[in-house]
């Protein structure tokens, strides 16, 4: 497991991590995806963040953020919302200096049931936000990495990615969400966006539901998706986004039963 384990990043919320997690991450010797929230980022102080960045750098481990999503619109239309959007994800980016994390993983919010007769402005709105927080990352080897939730393809986000144009952004393909949310197969995804892939979240579902479920218990067809990535010659990040410690374990033993990450 441990040879596993050095090739991935594992989903750790950052409240968690701090209060009971951090020795058991560094003795595993886990590559902590560290996410934050609302909760933590209200809670913690400048103080915690260092003293959590420094334990993990001194362990020699490699991070990855997942910046907070919930109620966040990175596109709004209401400015009020997109100041405030803006606020919460900024606090993020301003602990990237002291965790120094390969990407920070965001959720662009995308969603046709609300932008579909304003699509042009969601996006102009949308390349606002980014710029502004893109403009905080130069100088860092970080990039942020645009997540797939409730886009049904990849064309939703593909006008998103190229305007920005920059290496510091990448695309986070989610097999979660697209399993349950997309309307595509993985090849599709990986047509349009392979070229600016730098990070994949791997975790299954049975196609109706977020279940985040250890790979190979849902029906996401993992092998075919990673001989894709194999063929193509890409290698982005890999994060395994489980929940608990069993499922975890389940993960680990999944992926190894099913050789799946070989030659990536």
């Known amino acids: ?17 701090r209060e009971e997690l951090l020795d058991w991450v560094i003795g595993e010797r886990i590559n902590p995806e560290i996410g934050f929230n609302h909760i933590d980022l209200d809670r913690f102080r ?28 990175p596109g709004a239309i209401d400015p009020s919302i997109r100041r405030l959007t803006l606020e919460r994800l900024r606090r993020v980016f301003d602990l990237v200096p ?10 662009p919010s995308f969603d046709s049931r609300y932008y579909a007769s304003v699509s042009r402005q969601w996006l102009d709105n949308s390349l606002e936000t980014w710029r502004t927080l893109l403009s905080t990352l130069r100088g860092t080897g970080t990039i942020i990495a ?3 939730v409730y886009e049904t ?33 993985p090849a599709d995804w990986m047509d349009a966006l392979g070229g600016v892939l730098g990070e994949i979240h791997l975790h299954d579902n049975h196609g109706s ?25 890409l290698k982005p990040i890999l994060t395994l986004e489980s929940h608990s410690k069993e499922n975890l374990r389940r993960m680990l033993e999944n992926i190894r039963t099913m050789n799946l990450l070989e030659g990536l």
């Not at 103080?47 to 619109?73: C, E, I, K, N, Q």
Request: glycine share 8%; aromatic share 10%.
């Open 1 to 17: 497991m441990r040879e596993i384990l050095k090739k991935v990043q594992v989903h750790v919320p950052y409240g968690r991590l």
């Open 46 to 73: 400048d103080a915690d963040y260092r003293a959590t960045a420094d334990r993990l750098s001194d362990a020699g481990l490699s991070v990855t953020f997942h910046a907070p999503f919930m109620d966040l619109r």
């Open 98 to 107: 002291w965790f120094r994390p390969l990407s920070v993983v965001c959720h």
């Open 146 to 148: 645009l997540e797939n």
């Open 153 to 185: 393809g990849p064309d939703q986000l593909r006008p998103l990615i190229d305007a920005l144009d920059s290496p510091q952004v990448r695309f986070c393909f989610d097999t979660g969400h697209a399993n349950t949310f997309g309307r595509v197969p």
């Open 209 to 233: 539901a977020d279940e985040h479920l250890p790979v190979g218990e849902g029906s996401f067809p993992f092998g075919e998706f990673l001989g894709i990535l194999r063929a193509r010659g």
